[in-house]
Structure formats: structure tokens, C-alpha cells
């Protein structure tokens, strides 16, 4: 089992800056790749972005590629989520997931394990 927990939602204006962290525990976390997804009132979650095992390879959502920067410090066992630039269309709640395997564009039902999310509010 791996346990992951995110933090540094909250509120923020447009054009602002968060910076998310999911801490992983349970298993060795550098085994995983890792993944951000995002679900907005009333719509489905959708993918946002992904980190390979050891950070190498990288994957984004064309609605934030250049906004948001994905990373990972396998050393503490987190990874992050950069947001800058932030919109109201940006507003949800944030989900870490992790699998064993690195895949772009990933879909939700192939995510192994989930944290329970953190809120992200842009204000306009």
C-alpha cells in the first residue's frame, strides 16, 4: 500500500501562485511514478500532470502545460506541483496518484493509489 497526502491548497487570486506537495508513505516511492489530476464542481477528474520514477520524463494536460511544473524529491518521498500564473478555470480539488507505471495522458481508472485531495480556489 502507498499513502499519499497532499497540502497547500487554499485560495489565491488570478494570476498567483500555489505550490502543492503530496507526501507518499508505505512503499519505495521512487518505484512509482507519480500524478497530479484535478476535478472541478460538476465535472469529471481529469489529468493534470506526471513525473517519471526518477524524474526524467514528464507529461502535462495542454490546459496548464507552461503554467503548472511538476517534480519530485524521491530523497523526502514527495512530489510537488508548481501552479503559477493561476486562473479561475484552474479552481478544484486537487489529487496525488501514483502507479508503478509512467503514462501520458493518464487516464484515471489506471491510477493505483489516491490521496484525498486538497482544494485550490482562484479568485478572479
Known amino acids: 500500500q502507498v499513502q499519499l497526502e497532499e497540502s497547500g491548497g487554499g485560495l489565491v487570486q488570478a494570476g498567483g501562485s500555489l505550490r502543492l506537495s503530496c507526501a507518499a508513505s508505505g512503499r519505495t516511492f521512487s518505484n512509482y511514478a507519480m500524478y497530479w489530476f484535478r476535478q472541478a464542481p460538476g465535472k469529471e477528474r481529469e489529468f493534470v500532470a506526471a513525473?517519471?520514477?526518477?524524474?526524467?520524463?514528464?507529461d502535462y494536460a495542454d490546459s496548464v502545460k507552461g503554467r503548472f511544473t511538476i517534480s519530485r524529491d524521491n530523497a523526502k518521498d514527495v512530489v510537488y506541483l508548481q501552479m503559477n500564473s493561476l486562473k479561475p478555470a484552474d479552481t478544484a480539488v486537487y489529487y496525488c496518484?501514483?502507479?508503478?507505471?509512467?503514462?501520458?495522458?493518464?487516464?484515471?481508472?489506471?491510477?493505483?493509489?489516491w490521496g484525498k485531495g486538497t482544494l485550490v480556489t482562484v479568485s478572479s
Open positions: 496518484a501514483a502507479d508503478r507505471q509512467f503514462m501520458f495522458q493518464a487516464g484515471t481508472n489506471a491510477m493505483n493509489y
Open positions: 513525473i517519471s520514477w526518477r524524474g526524467g520524463s514528464t
